[in-house]
């Protein structure tokens, strides 16, 4: 795992769209992994504006989101289809065919997450997934005690992930209970990683899956097993964690870095 500490959001938010973009370049056919929330919004932006400059050709590019709300058809406007069509696939020159989240109005659940894994292993596997976290440390919608090998499936949200996501909802009483998500296995299965988290109020939650034990209390914690994660952070968010000099030490030296310095 190589952590990246920028001075502000847009700083961090800015670096992520660059290695995303940089990474399809490099490679036309690219298979993308995709998050949803507020902290995505400003680097499907970023992106969007790359495309429209024609720095960055999305033609080619296969999407598989991360989850999926259960019980929610395409056209809600809570769904993350809708949100993912809102923000990015809309505004860039993806073909819409390719892109994949789960079926929030699948009948076999069951069946919808088998599905799924079969997409995503039949196109080659996940060149590169994007990540958040969530504020008790979750991600995609592995809860607390998820099973770090898990795959693709139906789970119930928490209580805690519930209140903080029902504020989108009107009335917050209708958010769904379940959803849809890529196991944890699945997300470590991508071939890279970039997890980006902003704000003071993830500061506590960072700390501990990135320096804190592998556990599946956090399940962001689990990125600590993959071999090519980059985590990138604001200063508000990086402030309780304790290897920061080291970090700013490998960013500065490390040449990889040397065009995003």
């Keep these: 795992m190589e952590v990246i500490i920028r001075p502000t959001t847009q700083e961090a938010v800015h670096l992520t769209a660059r290695l995303i973009a940089d990474a399809i370049n490099a490679k036309p056919e690219f298979k993308l992994g995709l998050a949803t929330g507020a902290t995505m919004e400003a680097v499907y932006a970023d992106l969007a504006a790359m495309n429209q400059r024609n720095e960055v050709d999305f033609s080619l590019v296969k999407t598989f989101n991360l989850d999926e709300y259960i019980g929610l058809p395409p056209e809600d406007k809570n ?150 994660t980059v985590v990138i952070l604001d200063e508000a968010a990086a402030a309780e964690l304790t290897q920061k000099e080291y970090y700013n030490w490998v960013f500065a030296n490390e040449p990889e870095w040397a065009q995003y310095r």
Excluded: W
């Excluded at 069951?110 to 590169?128: F, K, M, P, T």
């Excluded at 099973?147 to 139906?154: D, N, P, V």
């Excluded at 299965?189 to 988290?197: K, N, P, S, V």
């Design 79 to 228: 769904s993350y289809r809708y949100y993912m069509n809102y923000h990015l696939f809309r505004h860039i020159n993806i073909d819409i065919r390719n892109t994949n989240l789960p079926d929030g109005m699948a009948k076999d659940e069951v069946a919808e997450g088998e599905q799924y894994e079969a997409a995503i292993r039949d196109c080659g596997g996940i060149d590169l997934q994007l990540l958040g976290i969530g504020s008790d440390g979750h991600i995609g919608f592995n809860e607390p005690i998820s099973s770090l090998a898990g795959r693709t499936r139906s789970k119930a949200l928490t209580p805690a992930t519930y209140a903080q996501n029902s504020i989108y909802f009107n009335p917050p009483e209708s958010m769904p209970r379940r959803a849809f998500t890529m196991g944890v296995g699945t997300i470590l299965d991508a071939r890279r990683i970039i997890m980006l988290i902003t704000g003071a109020r993830k500061a506590g939650i960072a700390a501990k899956a990135l320096e804190g034990p592998v556990t599946s209390m956090v399940t962001g914690s689990a990125l600590q097993l993959h071999p090519r």
